[in-house]
């Protein structure tokens, strides 16, 4: 299974635009990503009158929407932890999710002062680095908001093997 490391932090701190810098960089190095975003509302991407929503309206568990370069599945299944996800991303090279701030796993909290909140992770023995727009004490690595680059390098070295091929 590919290492999960989850991007936590208060709403409206930046976790999204992380995920966006992130993920170009490992890709420019040769990884397959994956990423979960964690949602408290029912996700549901089928649209009220197309094929897939009838087929789900008539009782079916799973839909695939598949084309010659994408697939989507809408699938009834709990998933109350990434263990559940999991098997959904045997071919990465590394899952990050959104969210997922109660799981035991890697977590790199992003923090912003204007929210004017404490960090929400600095005494979790799972907290691997801060990113942040302000000066922080911390026990982890600290990055700026624009240092993907060098996050990445310490992701990369912690939790990867270089891709193959």
């Known amino acids: 299974m590919p290492p999960i490391i989850s991007i936590v932090g208060t709403s409206g701190s ?3 635009t992380l995920i966006e810098k992130l993920v170009p960089e490992f890709k420019k190095r040769g990884y ?3 990423t979960i975003k964690h949602s408290h ?5 089928d649209q009220k009158g197309k094929d897939s929503w009838r087929h789900r309206q008539a009782g079916v568990d799973t839909v ?3 084309s010659s370069h994408t697939i989507s ?10 263990d559940d996800l999991e098997k959904y991303f045997q071919d990465m090279h590394l899952v990050i999710t959104e969210g997922y701030k109660r799981e035991s796993r890697p977590k790199i909290e992003v923090y912003r002062k ?16 801060v990113v942040t727009n302000t000066a922080i004490t ?3 690595p600290v990055f700026g908001l ?18 193959s091929g």
């Open 14 to 16: 930046g976790k999204t």
């Open 32 to 34: 397959r990503i994956g």
């Open 41 to 45: 509302h029912n996700p549901d991407i």
């Open 64 to 66: 695939i929407l598949a």
């Open 73 to 82: 599945m809408v699938k009834d299944q709990s998933c109350d932890s990434l």
């Open 114 to 129: 204007e929210t004017n909140k404490p960090p929400l992770f600095m005494d979790d023995q799972t907290l691997i680095a």
């Open 138 to 140: 911390t026990g982890v």
């Open 146 to 163: 624009d240092d993907a680059k060098e996050l990445a390098d310490l992701i990369e070295k912690t939790y990867l093997c270089p891709p």
